[in-house]
């Protein structure tokens, strides 16, 4: 079974610019789930997708980003504009159903802003 | 404000020895709490999941408390290899909410 795939790898761009993160799930899950670590400190939620619902969002920083998942399956997350405070490691995880399954992270995107 | 205490400094033992981290939390009472294991450039894997009604639980090498009486857990890796020596997360979770919200992890480090 293929786990969860993030691309790209490591993106390097300039402030103001702009960047998509993607994010291919397990396939069957219908949770996907986007976090951020930023240098030194926890890993941190973003939001949850139930299918292609945002079902919390309450972790996104600001309007800048924006998440995606049409058709319930794949998603992006933009950054537009990206700025400084932005660089960090985005991961990605899936999980079958609610309550407290375990989720499936993906390796993560390591963005730097410069 | 909800805070997780987990020692961000790294933690050394030899190899054949019993590594203990801690896990200590304030301001909210987790129904549940996860503990995940983290290799340099990768995501978090899920390790063990313990409720608030459990005291212990145990997992091949792998054994977990969770105390809600001190608000603290604790994982136990006996018989420690090399191959341990990784970031352990500790994420205690609020029952109805999907989003896991993780401690800043401790390094442990195996020697041979």
């Known amino acids: 079974e293929a786990g969860v795939t993030q691309f790209p790898s490591h993106s390097v761009i300039e402030k103001g610019q702009t960047v998509t993160l993607r994010c291919d799930p397990i396939s069957g899950h219908d949770n996907l789930y986007w976090y951020r670590r930023v240098m030194g400190k926890e890993i941190k939620f973003l939001l949850h997708f139930v299918k292609e619902s945002k079902q919390d969002e309450s972790g996104m920083p600001n309007n800048r980003f924006l998440a995606e998942r049409t058709g319930g399956t794949y998603s992006t997350l933009k950054v537009q504009p990206a700025e400084l405070e932005d660089s960090g490691v985005y991961f990605c995880?899936?999980?079958?159903?609610?309550?407290?399954?375990?989720?499936?992270f993906g390796p993560g995107t390591r963005l730097t802003v410069t | 404000s909800q805070k997780i205490e987990q020692n961000s400094e790294a933690l050394n033992i030899q190899e054949g020895k019993t590594a203990t981290l801690t896990c200590n939390y304030t301001n909210y009472s987790p129904a549940y709490l996860q503990w995940y294991r983290q290799d340099p450039g990768r995501g978090p894997v899920f390790l063990l999941l313990?409720?608030?009604?459990?005291k212990e639980k145990r997992k091949e090498r792998l054994k977990v408390t969770f105390d809600t009486t001190l608000k603290q857990s604790l994982f136990h890796i006996t018989a420690s290899q090399p191959a341990d020596s990784a970031t352990y997360l500790c994420?205690?979770?609020?029952?109805?909410?999907?989003?896991?919200?993780f401690g800043i992890g401790t390094k442990l480090q195996v020697i041979p």
């Open positions: 994420a205690p979770n609020s029952g109805g909410y999907q989003k896991v919200t």
């Open positions: 313990i409720r608030e009604n459990e």
């Open positions: 995880a899936s999980s079958y159903g609610q309550g407290p399954y375990e989720q499936y």
